[in-house]
């Protein structure tokens, strides 16, 4: 019998349903929450309330386009956290409706662990599958860390920051110069067009394979700030070059330490994951690497880096198959490290 998994990630800014057939994804839907641009950044009321708005039509449409019935799903998988937790609880509640009126079990999934098993998504029938043990750099707007995966739910953080995530640091250079939220697919943009050695910010100096990001954040507002002073114009004239220098310098960051990992571990399966995995000088960055470490390297396509609900739905099928299914009394969790 086939296993229709519906899975419900609603963990952030965007509200999404997806469908997959085993591991195969028949739909996956998601609908941006455009209220949050005016402000510079997600509100997390706003999100809790444009979630409420959009779940059912999201849900509807991913049947839909999977030319499925409610009737005919196998179980719902759905994020429990991390995220805000207003918006985690539209998912929750809504799947735990679901899940009571059809009689069929639940999937709590973590979402960290979702970006990581999208890469067992079999929609492209060329893609390679990643072989355990193999490492992830998992780079989102709330986390950044090396993860070493032994098994679809054995996964361990061998590197995190200690302060801001890499997509944050996108985020906020991006808003520094001005640029609409979020701000890191604009700079991988404005980037393609300007010099990446134009510029150079302070790295950090991290022991072991932690990073850390708010010294990089501070060093651009002090640079900017510094030229605007000669210039009130200086953002405007290098807009190409600072984005360029800005992704560059995140990246080397980023890959410095994932080498590191690499051959700490002896481990030569890498993957990358979650939003900024979507950035174009880290792709090149891994292609290179790849080519330099001998690794065979794991990139998702586009859809699946950034949140969605297939990834959520796919995590949701590894825990189906165990049938590691979810209690109607759990409730949401804001950070990673409450995890139980
Ligand atoms: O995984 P994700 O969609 O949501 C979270 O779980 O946080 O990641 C969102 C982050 C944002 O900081 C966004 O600016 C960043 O991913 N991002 C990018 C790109 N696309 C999304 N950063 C750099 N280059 C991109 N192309
Ligand atoms: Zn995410």
């Not at 709330?142 to 098994?151: A, E």
């Amino acid at each position: 019998m086939n296993t229709y998994i519906l899975g419900i990630e609603s963990s952030c800014d965007d509200t999404s349903a997806a469908v997959l057939k085993g591991t195969q994804v028949l739909s996956n839907i998601i609908a941006n929450q455009k209220v949050h641009e005016k402000y510079g950044g997600v509100v997390p009321e706003l999100a809790s309330r444009a979630h409420q708005q959009n779940i059912i039509p999201v849900i509807d449409a991913a049947l839909k386009e999977a030319k499925i019935h409610k009737n005919e799903v196998s179980a719902v998988a759905f994020t429990r956290g991390p995220g805000l937790l207003g918006s985690l609880l539209v998912g929750t509640s809504f799947a735990k409706s679901f899940a009571l009126s059809l009689g069929i079990p639940m999937l709590e999934i973590d979402h960290m662990d979702a970006h990581i098993l999208a890469h067992f998504i079999t929609d492209e029938t060329e893609k390679k599958i990643p072989e355990f043990p193999f490492l992830c750099l998992t780079v989102s707007g709330g986390h950044t860390q090396i993860v070493l995966i032994k098994d679809y739910f054995d996964m361990e953080i061998i590197g995190k920051t200690i302060d801001d995530a890499a997509g944050e640091t996108f985020d906020k250079a991006a808003k520094i110069m001005s640029l609409p939220y979020p701000g890191g697919p604009m700079i991988d943009k404005l980037a393609k067009s300007g010099n990446p050695k134009a510029f150079s910010f302070a790295e950090p100096r991290i022991a072991a394979l932690d990073y850390s990001f708010s010294g990089l954040k501070t060093s651009i507002l002090y640079f900017l700030r510094d030229r605007l002073k000669e210039d009130n114009q200086f953002i405007e004239k290098h807009k190409a070059d600072l984005c360029a220098s800005i992704q560059h310098t995140i990246v080397e960051i980023l890959m410095k330490k994932l080498v590191l990992a690499s051959q700490q571990t002896g481990i030569k399966h890498i993957a990358i994951a979650g939003g900024v995995s979507a950035n174009s000088g880290l792709r090149n960055a891994m292609e290179a690497a790849a080519v330099a470490n001998q690794w065979q390297i794991y990139i998702p396509k586009l859809s699946y880096s950034t949140d969605n609900a297939a990834m959520i739905a796919i995590a949701g099928y590894y825990k189906y198959q165990k049938k590691q299914f979810a209690s109607q009394r759990l409730t949401p969790y804001a950070r990673q490290s409450s995890k139980k």
